[in-house]
T-cell receptor
Framework: QKEVEQNSGPLSVPEGAIASLNCTYS??????FFWYRQYSGKSPELIMF????GDKEDGRFTAQLNKASQYVSLLIRDSQPSDSATYLC??????????????FGSGTQLTVLP | SQTIHQWPATLVQPVGSPLSLECTVE??????LYWYRQAAGRGLQLLFY??????ISSEVPQNLSASRPQDRQFILSSKKLLLSDSGFYLC????????????FGEGSWLTVV
């Protein structure tokens, strides 16, 4: 079982709609969760991180964490064509110790249609 | 502010040739450093991490090795490349053991032919 799983997509939404990206994790002890955006041929860039249950909002982005269900999501409101990218979910498993390395999902490809 | 540099950006190497990818971080001390690889259409696979000079941990057995000769320098090497080593290699850093967020360098595209 993969430690972090995402639907690979592709996910297509019209411009202005809400895009919903989902992620589940298997290590119940995971403490911190991250969403990265990766444009084709580029390195990942951090969008948001979330540590506590509930919602965290930053501009058009909202991250949601439900530790009981081991579920993390990212909502993108008012989606723009420039949001078209692959979105990577990542977690720090409790087994990582002091290194605190991230374990990544395989990513969800999002296309926002003009 | 902290920055991370990675080079070369792109390289094409024949099978059996050596490899050296370098990464340096500026503006921070004692960072945790990481090498990830991303095969075409795949997620990021952790290859090596380092919590200090000379301290290297390997996550995946393979023909690659890593070294950390200085606090803010991380090197990925191979003596003989395989076709399966092709991919996008990413160096990343975290602010020591207390930081939570990992930041990536620009990446190095390696094609083994």
């Amino acid at each position: 079982q993969k430690e972090v799983e995402q639907n690979s997509g592709p996910l297509s939404v019209p411009e202005g709609a809400i895009a919903s990206l989902n992620c589940t994790y298997s290590d119940r002890g995971s403490q911190s969760f991250f969403w990265y955006r990766q444009y084709s041929g580029k390195s990942p860039e951090l969008i948001m991180f979330i540590y506590s249950n509930g919602d965290k909002e930053d501009g058009r982005f909202t991250a949601q964490l439900n530790k009981a269900s081991q579920y993390v999501s990212l909502l993108i409101r008012d989606s723009q064509p420039s949001d078209s990218a692959t979105y990577l979910c990542a977690a720090i498993p409790i087994s990582s110790g002091s290194a605190r390395q991230l374990t990544f999902g395989s990513g969800t490809q999002l296309t926002v249609l003009p | 502010s902290q920055t991370i540099h990675q080079w070369p950006a792109t390289l094409v190497q024949p099978v059996g040739s050596p490899l050296s990818l370098e990464c340096t971080v500026e503006g921070t001390s004692n960072p945790n450093l990481y090498w990830y690889r991303q095969a075409a259409g795949r997620g990021l696979q952790l290859l090596f991490y380092s919590v200090g000079i000379g301290q290297i941990s390997s996550e995946v057995p393979q023909n690659l090795s890593a070294s950390r000769p200085q606090d803010r320098q991380f090197i990925l090497s191979s003596k003989k490349l395989l076709l399966s080593d092709s991919g996008f290699y990413l160096c990343a850093w975290r602010a020591g053991s207390s930081g939570n967020t990992i930041y990536f360098g620009e990446g190095s595209w390696l094609t083994v032919v």
